[in-house]
């Protein structure tokens, strides 16, 4: 079969690699796949997790790798202590996607979390990366604390009424099912979903390549929240580096927080300081997210 | 001619690529090429010039990337803007490569800057870059205070004792003729070559790639100067997007240093605020540089 694209897996010289496109800049990062660990249909992509020769394993969604062994904690720490050393006692929190279960691996880490619930769309994604990526979503039982739940996540959301302390979306591309994610029908539902003093996160995409997304999900947030705060983390696996996150909260300001709850020691990546400088932004990001 | 490694120039079902790789790691950066503007072997290297589909023009020396229009402003402005408002007057600046011409372009926009020596090894890097990337080189003639040098890097600064206050090493990888960049005795010759209160910035690889390059680096530097400060930037081009520079000082240190001469107004990457936050290293980094 002619391959025309440079998309997905594809074929090097009877090598298999895998490869993360941004067509219409015609750039790619790819990485050489040892081995495919898993690759199924289903309901709603095709899920697969292979084994790279750098990267460990890795989680892939519709041939976009979501995920590695190897720098899976920069993105699931940023998405998660940011918040919950933001918000001054998280005890409900919901996190819309993340089936990895990296990011709720994360949220147990503190001790005034009394629920997690954890809505992922496709149950294939909680069960292959449990079953094969026990380094990103941890061995052995998850904390009693997560509920799982497998669910629309808009739809989900849209049925809680002020009962969040923290909702974090932790969402693939705004393409296939988690477009919906990425719409302002979405961010009102989420706003009605946190109680009086709830904040929100969610990951909003590559300033590099798609700095018109970050700019309107920062737009939505701005016309509902009183507080909006974009950050930014680099993950290696992710095309140009550099990715965005958008805090939006009722109350709380992360810039006006003593992060004192987050933990140096339980991080690989994030720590008290990085929860101050990832919210400085350098010139070219702070024109992209300049309203009005 | 079969292909069989996935590294400079490939082809892809008829179309062009240009692949950076990361050989032990499986991990590949590739860009599409509409056009090569300009090919040749020079007494040093490949150099090359072509038009990306989406970064502009870029230089490419032995197949590897070097600068983007795109992205270039990153890397140029933290490896100037960060030491020259850390040093407290800045007259005479030396450059050890840097032949984009990028970094020079940079220095200048200091009017205490009297004079800087560019010393490339490569004048083809220096004419190509001139006359195929303005937007990195500057338009025109380049300021009067440049002195273009075309030597061993090495080399000049041996021959220089005292006289600089700044010193900054623009080198390419550390393979090539920029393997000597990265040694002891270079270091020891780039310490006598500064004042007494000078100081000296290189780039200091990939922390994710060459985690080992960079320790290296910090170690030696810090058997020399008493002020030795590892920083981030993310530049898109280059393979994971997370770049280090690490600046050695005799005196002035950039934690203690308010970067009053640094004008946002003239960049479009760094500033103020960056100046503070790119010193802050995640947890990750930190374990890399933390000597012995």
Chains 1, 2 share one sequence.
Not at 99 to 126: L, Q, S
Not at 171 to 177: I, L, R
Not at 195 to 224: A, N, W
Not at 264 to 271: I, L, P, S
Request: aromatic share 10%; net charge negative.
């Amino acid at each position: 079969m002619k391959q025309t694209g440079l998309k997905g897996y594809v074929d090097w010289n009877g090598e298999m690699w895998l490869a993360d496109s941004e067509e219409k800049d015609g750039f790619s990062s790819i990485w050489k796949v040892k081995q495919v660990l898993h690759k199924e249909q289903s309901e709603f992509q095709e899920v697969s997790v292979i084994e790279t020769v750098g990267f460990g394993r890795a989680l892939v969604l519709d041939g976009i790798i979501q995920t590695t062994e190897r720098d899976a904690y920069i993105y699931n720490e940023m998405i998660t202590h940011v918040p919950l050393a933001t918000h001054p006692q998280p005890k409900t929190v919901c996190i819309i996607g993340g089936g990895d279960c990296g990011a709720a691996r994360e949220v147990v880490k503190y001790p005034t979390v009394e629920r997690v619930d954890m809505v992922e769309i496709d149950p294939k994604v909680v069960e292959v990366s449990r079953k094969y990526l026990p380094a990103v979503a941890g061995e052995g039982e998850p904390d009693p604390r997560i509920r799982f739940v497998y669910d629309d996540g808009a739809a989900f959301i849209r049925a809680h009424k002020d009962e969040y302390d923290v909702i974090i979306v932790d969402s693939s591309d705004p393409v296939g099912p988690a477009a919906v994610l990425f719409e302002e029908p979405f961010y009102r539902d989420v706003y009605a979903a946190l109680k009086p003093d709830g904040l929100m996160v969610c990951q909003s995409e590559s300033p590099v390549f798609y700095p018109h997304i970050l700019k309107r999900v920062r737009d939505t947030l701005q016309s509902m929240y009183p507080v909006v705060r974009t950050y930014l983390a680099t993950v290696p696996t992710y095309p140009g580096g550099i990715w965005s996150f958008t805090l939006a909260s009722k109350q709380a300001d992360p810039l006006q927080t003593q992060p004192d709850r987050l933990r140096d020691q339980d991080t690989k990546y994030v720590n008290r300081d990085i929860f101050r400088s990832c919210f400085v932004l350098p010139n070219d990001v702070r024109k992209i997210v300049q309203t009005g």
